[in-house]
């Protein structure tokens, strides 16, 4: 508490003030003498139960111990966050693999742990790039192309910790390589099939042009009305591309409008033979007369019902019926669309909803289909929770139904 020069002033204080004392208790010589002797023997105590503070003047003692910085690879709650982490993740100690997670583990195989993270990773954009990595250790990320097998691609990123202590996180790109390249594919698809209708709009309006009113009436209609059906053609895209995009933006926002499905459907149908269509008068409707409430979007689930009840009057046989129902399962309610025409091969069905996708490219588009029609029918579908089923016999016909979550009080 106290150093040895403020103990010895203490000290001296306090036979000063026995003196003090004793000088007014009557200046008596002998008492003057016994206080002082107990000052000077109080001082002695204090002064020396005080220890001695050595003093180093050069300054060549050793400074306090710095607490050592602990690596997070070492740190007890590391593994713990390693393992919960989804992506591929490696702790590697002078390149070694000391941790891995389950990730890493399913990726690369487990004898990675323990191994040099060059032969733990087989890639030579990889094995490159760690070369490198004691230089400069904050690099980019780097692509690992076709890795672990063709077609695929991950990238990794290399964080430098203390020492020689690195951490390696890796990321599947696939998926978002495939949903480019399909993103891509659509606007090559779309393009190609504005340009078929285009180019023969364009032949036949020169055509026209070079014979300079010398076609004879007959040839002149016949060149027209193909361009009339070629810009109708263009238009149906153009309306089903915009249809598509808006049904695939709402695609997350769920209905919250209670609706009547079957009135839904009876406009539909309404619709559909007032149109003039040539099948028309095909459509049989086995609707009832029962609401079928849902929470639904009004004109999307009009759009669905007219595009499936338009495929069966495409694609069914002519004078055949197109059978439309809505049926209650339990807690849904069922529409379903059958035709009786030439039906669908097994290996096509599971690809009909995709954008473009048709089983007979010429019989689609001579009967005006844009290949987009089940591709929108499927977000309708998901956005209203719907399951869609296709069932198809060939040379016998085809089933094409959704079921709906009805609202929970009807
Ligand atoms: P499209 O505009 O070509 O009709 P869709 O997306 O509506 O495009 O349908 C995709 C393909 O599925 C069609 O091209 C056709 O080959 C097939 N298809 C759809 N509905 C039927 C059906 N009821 N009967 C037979 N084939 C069908």
């Known amino acids: 508490m106290f ?48 220890p001695a503070v050595r003093s180093d003047p050069q300054g060549t003692a050793a400074p306090p111990a710095e607490p050592q910085p602990v690596s997070l690879l070492r740190h007890p709650d590391f593994a713990h966050w390693v393992d919960q982490e ?40 990889a094995t490159e790039w760690l070369s490198r ?24 990123r290399i964080a430098a910790l ?20 399909m993103r891509s594919d659509f606007v090559a698809n779309a393009s190609h099939e504005l340009r078929t209708p285009l180019a023969a709009i364009l032949g ?40 598509i995009s808006r049904v695939e933006a709402d695609r997350f926002r769920r209905p919250t409008m209670p609706v009547d499905l079957t009135l839904i459907v009876k406009t539909t149908i309404a619709q559909l033979r007032d149109s003039e269509q040539a099948r028309a008068a ?45 049926a ?8 379903s669309v059958s035709d009786e025409g030439d039906g669908i091969a097994p290996d096509h069905l599971p690809r009909l909803t995709e954008r473009f996708y048709r089983v007979d490219e ?17 977000h309708i579908s998901e956005r209203h929770q719907g399951q869609l089923d296709i069932h198809s016999e060939v040379g016998r016909g085809t089933r094409v139904s959704v079921a709906f979550p009805l609202l929970p009080e009807s």
């Open 204 to 243: 036949y309006v020169e055509t026209l042009q070079d014979m300079n009113g010398d076609a004879d009436g007959p040839t002149r209609d016949r060149f027209l009305s193909i361009i009339y059906r070629e810009a109708g053609r263009m238009q149906q895209l153009v309306i089903d591309l915009l249809s």
């Open 328 to 335: 209650r399962e339990g807690r849904r309610v069922r529409l």
């Open 3 to 50: 150093d040895r020069l403020s103990s010895l002033i203490i000290a001296l204080t306090l036979v000063a003030v026995a003196a003090i004392f004793a000088a007014l208790a009557g200046g008596d010589a002998l008492v003057i003498a016994i206080l002082t002797a107990a000052g000077l023997a109080g001082a002695a105590i204090v002064y020396g139960s005080v």
């Open 86 to 125: 989804r992506e591929p993740l490696l702790g590697l100690v002078d390149n070694i693999v000391a941790i891995a997670n389950d990730a890493a583990i399913r990726l690369l195989g487990r004898h990675i742990v323990g191994a040099d993270i060059r032969t733990a990773i087989r890639h030579p954009a």
């Open 282 to 326: 095909d459509i049989a409707a086995k609707l009832g007369d029962e609401a079928q409430p849902m929470l639904g979007d009004e004109a999307q689930l009009g759009q669905l019902a007219h595009n499936i009840i338009s495929n069966a009057m495409k694609y069914g046989r002519a004078d055949t019926p197109v059978t439309v129902e809505l």
């Open 162 to 181: 203390s020492g020689n202590d690195r951490i390696v996180f890796l990321s599947d790109r696939s998926a978002i390589d495939a949903a480019d390249r």
């Open 362 to 378: 010429a019989r689609s588009r001579s009967v005006g289909g844009t290949g987009l029609g089940l591709a929108i029918v499927k």
């Open 133 to 156: 990595i004691d230089e400069d250790a904050a690099l980019d990320t780097i692509n690992l192309i076709d890795f672990p097998r063709p077609g695929q691609r991950w990238t990794m």
